[in-house]
Nanobody, 121 residues
Framework: QVQVVESGGGLVQVGGSLRLSCTAS????????MAWYRRAPGKERELVAS???????NYADSVKGRFTISRDNAKNTVHLQMNSLEPEDTDVYYC???????????????WGQGTQVTVSS
């Protein structure tokens, strides 16, 4: 079984910073990509940032220049450094481990439970 656990959310003022972390654990052989999504109630899920095992990154236009995603492949961990936060960044942030290959050969995507980020003005 594979578990994905996020941490680091919270309340911050406009212009502040937060760092989210996510670790995938269990019988993992490899992970293709890890990503952060966000989805406020009543809104569509939005890809915030993703990073492949080779280090290729992708960002939503709304966070380019403010957010940085990084990954430790050996620890199956991904971080999202969020700077210059805006009220529009308020959301529940979900970590995804994409195309996880387990030790027994199965493939699948796994999600964390989400962590709340609130930016107050």
């Amino acid at each position: 079984q594979v578990q994905v656990v996020e941490s680091g959310g919270g309340l911050v003022q406009v212009g502040g910073s937060l760092r989210l972390s996510c670790t995938a654990s269990g019988s993992i052989f490899s992970i293709n990509a890890m990503a952060w999504y966000r989805r406020a109630p009543g809104k569509e899920r939005e890809l915030v940032a993703s990073i492949t095992s080779g280090g290729r990154v992708n960002y939503a236009d709304s966070v380019k220049g403010r957010f940085t995603i990084s990954r430790d492949n050996a620890k199956n961990t991904v971080h999202l450094q969020m700077n210059s936060l805006e009220p529009e960044d308020t959301d529940v942030y979900y970590c995804q481990a994409e195309r996880v290959r387990t030790d027994w050969g199965s493939d699948g995507d796994y999600w964390g439970q989400g962590t709340q980020v609130t930016v107050s003005s």
